[in-house]
């Protein structure tokens, strides 16, 4: 039960700082808010159908979440990079995939609140409408965005010490979540528009699958990523 009480306590000290001082959170919400009024001004330009409307909606929606876990990576470790306190956590007596997986819990925490609001604006300004149970989507956003913060926590482990974040992170994460944003922007369609059921858990099984992997991946290397 230690690891569980290491990684709670971890957790809890980001959000309790985040919360407090709102840096990313606002940089997130409003990146949110300004995607869903420029789509949304895109769409009374374009004369297409209401199933096309839904379709470019749904898209939009992970476009938008896409970037918005891009914007969370910058405070994974900025506040021990920035107070030179980074070696000071990798010392703690603790393991090393306490700290990878309290950092993960701390990005989908902060990810998960803008993202509700988000969904709230989608569905006012981009005019999503569901066809099916709305715990299904919640479901689908869910998985899509664990696996989103999966790709990026390893990413961001993996650019600790690198000199040109800026260009280090994009040039890892596009790659590692491409095939996630796909599967999800083509099951969030198919929930949309009612297209088809079995489609939708299969990819949503897909995502799993692939959150899975990569996380398993990252906890069996976190000891020797630590010690480079």
Request: proline fraction near 3%; include cysteine.
């Amino acid at each position: 039960m230690s690891i569980i009480t290491d990684i709670f306590q971890l957790a809890k000290k980001d959000i309790l700082l985040e919360f407090r001082k709102r840096e990313t959170l606002f940089s997130m919400g409003l990146f949110s808010f300004a995607s869903v009024l420029i789509f949304s001004t895109l769409f009374n330009f374009i004369d297409i159908s209401l199933e096309g409307k839904q379709a470019i909606s749904a898209a939009c929606l992970w476009f938008i979440i896409t970037f918005m876990v891009m914007l969370g990576l910058t405070s994974v470790f900025s506040r021990e990079l920035k107070k030179n306190s980074i070696y000071s956590l990798l010392s703690l007596p603790i393991k090393p995939q306490a700290i990878f997986l309290a950092k993960l819990f701390y990005l989908v925490v902060i990810l998960s609140f803008i993202e509700i609001i988000t969904l709230i604006l989608a569905v006012v300004f981009l005019r999503i409408t569901l066809q099916v149970n709305f715990l299904l989507l919640c479901l689908v956003l869910t998985i899509g965005t664990l696996d989103l913060c999966v790709a990026g926590c390893i990413v961001s482990f993996l650019t600790i010490y690198a000199k040109s974040k800026t260009l280090a992170i994009p040039i890892l994460f596009f790659p590692l979540i491409l095939p996630s944003v796909l599967i999800a922007t083509q099951t969030t369609t198919n929930l949309v528009l009612f297209d088809d059921p079995m489609t939708v858990i299969n990819n949503t099984l897909l995502l799993i699958f692939h959150a899975a992997i990569i996380l398993t991946f990252v906890l069996l290397v976190t000891d020797e990523l630590i010690g480079e």
